[in-house]
């Protein structure tokens, strides 16, 4: 999803502020709550049944607000990079462990 400067804009008392309204939710099973200042910019439909939130973008949301269901190029990489890191990682991991066991038996 993609949401211009624009899109978290709010009139207020003082003119328009910037507010970012997603928020820590303080549980686990739901990390994050998305504010009004960013549902506006879409309709949200809630289906319980299924368990699956669904947006689509608002007819009065700012000129660059879009849902974007295809990876760009470099969340592919980042995608294949954290993927060899956390191979690397699980490899070192299980060396470390080969090699302690090893020890003991001497």
Known sequence: MTIPPAGYL???LLGAACILAVADSGSN???YVFGDT???????TFDYSS?????????????????TTELGLWQIVAIVAGCIIGLALL??????IYKKRQQRKH
């Open 10 to 12: 709010v009139d207020g």
């Open 38 to 44: 960013f549902m506006r910019n879409f309709y949200v």
């Open 51 to 67: 368990q699956r939130v669904s947006f689509g973008v608002s007819a009065n949301a700012p000129a660059g607000v879009s849902i």
């Open 29 to 31: 099973a739901s990390p």
């Open 91 to 96: 490899v070192i991991i299980v060396c470390c």
